[in-house]
């Protein structure tokens, strides 16, 4: 719990970093909201290419970690479908008009656009997420710069900022942990894409628990293109919000099988990076649609759901075949050769003959990584331990929002963490989880 509220700790720290951002050059929106998930990009909490990644390792490069998605433009709802242009892109992908925005927000963002002159004589500012993500980290870079040359008693420390294709990832030491933040570039849009209006149409899993409302709240397009799409124009569909929501009406034992082969994925198929977590995420949905409500709310089925999950992705790669949950019509497997889907098949069919041995050997990885942990906080502790009486008042005020943020992640086990924060005060972050204010 102390690891869950040093993060959150963190978060109050990167969120005052973005409000920093948004006074160099006021491009940000002002009223921001920032989506926190826990896990990082690696772990599959959204749907982000692997390749462009750096290797973080449990218990070597960090402890806990975390995925920050920051606003860098907002649509809000216009009480209709959201229609993007997608003559461009592949299904789940889209190209950004910054047509659909007034004239200052085009001038703000007009550097980090694509200009295409058309035929009668218009120009179309197609918003870029390469460029938007190089602005982002020189302007973090920035920011850092400054923080450093004045660094504050009681902050955490900055150990590692780097660009990771689009995405910044940024490893700060709090006490004796190590946070890791995959923070990434979004649009945000209120409402929901017309490309996906025939999927609410269908009957779901979480039909009576949660309401439409809740589900269809929002979502996001990502930094990140399709097999064959131009990086520099194109975003993908993001759910990540939706998916927040859908996770309370998920089962424990569910919960808890996915975890498992979640973990046996990561080690078994790395290389090369044609599956990932975010696959499986898909795949347990479309078993929540598909399998009786009674057979996946069993207490003790962890492991029938365990073997199911693996059957499912071996069906997916030896048909080359996993739909979009949201986007059905998207395959996303679509991309895989021949070669890579039955090389990962074969890999799984090992796993599916001795499935506890595997299972053994990934629980052993991660208790190494613990142990790993723990004994550098043991050494850190003990070469860093204050006198008697330093640094007494910083202890007391973290120990009071410990404490604050303790009760907040004890009583809303699971939940997503929005940080609302204003620039002009940025002494003063707001937590909503999910639709309570603190």
Same mark, same amino acid.
Request: overall charge neutral; charged content about 25%.
């Given at each position: 719990?102390?690891?869950?509220?040093?993060?959150?700790?963190?978060?109050?720290?990167?969120?005052?970093?973005?409000?920093?951002?948004?006074?160099?050059?006021?491009?940000?929106?002002?009223?921001?909201?920032?989506?926190?998930?826990?896990?990082?990009?690696?772990?599959?909490?959204?749907?982000?290419?692997?390749?462009?990644?750096?290797?973080?390792?449990?218990?070597?490069?960090?402890?806990?970690? %975390?995925?920050?998605?920051?606003?860098?433009?907002?649509? $809000?709802?216009?009480?209709? &479908?959201?229609?993007?242009?997608?003559?461009?892109?592949?299904?789940?992908?889209?190209?950004?008009?910054?047509?659909?925005?007034?004239?200052?927000?085009?001038?703000?963002?007009?550097?980090?656009?694509?200009?295409?002159?058309?035929?009668?004589?218009?120009?179309?500012?197609?918003?870029?997420?390469?460029?938007?993500?190089?602005? %982002?980290?020189?302007?973090?870079?920035?920011?850092?710069?400054?923080?450093?040359?004045?660094?504050?008693?009681?902050?955490?420390?900055?150990?590692?900022?780097?660009?990771?294709?689009?995405?910044?990832?940024?490893?700060?030491?709090?006490?004796?942990?190590?946070?890791?933040?995959?923070?990434?570039?979004?649009?945000?849009?209120?409402?929901?894409?017309?490309?996906?209006?025939?999927?609410?149409?269908?009957?779901?899993?979480?039909?009576?628990?949660?309401?439409?409302?809740?589900?269809?709240?929002?979502?996001?397009?990502?930094?990140?293109?399709?097999?064959?799409?131009?990086?520099?124009?194109?975003?993908?569909?993001?759910?990540?919000?939706?998916?927040?929501?859908?996770?309370?009406?998920?089962?424990?034992?569910?919960?808890?099988?996915?975890?498992?082969?979640?973990?046996?994925?990561?080690?078994?198929?790395?290389?090369?990076?044609?599956?990932?977590?975010?696959?499986?995420?898909?795949?347990?949905?479309?078993?929540?649609?598909?399998?009786?409500?009674?057979?996946?709310?069993?207490?003790?089925?962890?492991?029938? %759901?365990?073997?199911?999950?693996?059957?499912?992705?071996?069906?997916?790669?030896?048909?080359?075949?996993?739909?979009?949950?949201?986007?059905?019509?998207?395959?996303?497997?679509? $991309?895989?050769?021949?070669?890579?889907?039955?090389?990962?098949?074969?890999?799984?069919?090992?796993?599916?003959?001795? &499935?506890?041995?595997?299972?053994?050997?990934?629980?052993? $990885?991660?208790?190494?990584?613990?142990?790993?942990?723990?004994?550098?906080?043991?050494?850190?502790?003990?070469?860093?331990?204050?006198?008697?009486?330093?640094?007494?008042?910083?202890?007391?005020?973290?120990?009071?929002?410990?404490?604050?943020?303790?009760?907040?992640?004890?009583?809303? &086990?699971?939940?997503?963490?929005?940080?609302?924060?204003?620039?002009?005060?940025?002494?003063?972050? $707001? %937590?909503?989880?999910?639709?309570?204010?603190?």
């Amino acid at each position: 719990m102390r690891c869950r509220c040093q993060g959150l700790c963190c978060v109050e720290q990167i969120t005052w970093w973005a409000g920093m951002v948004q006074k160099l050059d006021q491009k940000l929106p002002v009223a921001n909201e920032y989506l926190l998930l826990s896990g990082g990009v690696r772990e599959g909490v959204v749907d982000m290419d692997l390749d462009d990644l750096n290797v973080y390792a449990r218990g070597t490069d960090f402890d806990l970690d %975390f995925t920050l998605l920051v606003p860098a433009l907002k649509l $809000h709802d216009r009480n209709q &479908p959201v229609t993007l242009d997608m003559r461009h892109s592949a299904l789940c992908h889209s190209w950004l008009s910054l047509r659909l925005f007034d004239e200052g927000t085009i001038n703000k963002w007009k550097d980090c656009c694509n200009i295409v002159d058309h035929i009668n004589g218009a120009t179309n500012y197609f918003f870029s997420p390469t460029l938007v993500a190089d602005w %982002f980290y020189e302007s973090i870079s920035v920011v850092l710069s400054e923080v450093q040359k004045k660094p504050q008693r009681g902050m955490p420390k900055v150990e590692k900022v780097e660009k990771n294709g689009t995405i910044i990832s940024v490893i700060l030491g709090v006490g004796s942990s190590r946070m890791l933040y995959d923070i990434v570039p979004v649009v945000s849009f209120k409402g929901w894409p017309a490309v996906a209006q025939s999927w609410l149409m269908e009957n779901h899993f979480w039909d009576g628990k949660i309401t439409e409302e809740e589900v269809i709240s929002g979502f996001y397009l990502l930094p990140a293109c399709s097999c064959k799409g131009r990086k520099e124009n194109e975003w993908r569909l993001s759910f990540a919000r939706s998916e927040v929501q859908l996770k309370k009406c998920i089962s424990s034992s569910l919960m808890q099988a996915y975890q498992a082969c979640k973990a046996l994925i990561i080690k078994l198929l790395s290389r090369p990076k044609a599956i990932s977590p975010y696959h499986l995420r898909s795949m347990m949905l479309w078993s929540c649609d598909r399998l009786p409500a009674n057979y996946l709310a069993q207490d003790d089925f962890s492991a029938h %759901f365990l073997l199911g999950l693996i059957d499912d992705l071996q069906h997916c790669l030896v048909n080359k075949m996993c739909p979009n949950y949201f986007i059905p019509q998207c395959n996303m497997l679509e $991309h895989l050769s021949d070669e890579t889907a039955m090389l990962h098949a074969r890999k799984l069919s090992s796993v599916r003959s001795d &499935p506890a041995e595997h299972l053994r050997t990934a629980i052993e $990885h991660a208790k190494a990584a613990n142990r790993l942990t723990l004994d550098l906080q043991r050494r850190g502790s003990a070469a860093s331990l204050p006198s008697p009486q330093s640094d007494l008042g910083d202890h007391q005020s973290d120990d009071r929002l410990a404490k604050k943020l303790q009760q907040l992640v004890t009583e809303n &086990p699971g939940k997503s963490i929005s940080v609302f924060i204003n620039p002009d005060d940025v002494t003063r972050p $707001h %937590f909503r989880i999910d639709d309570k204010f603190f």
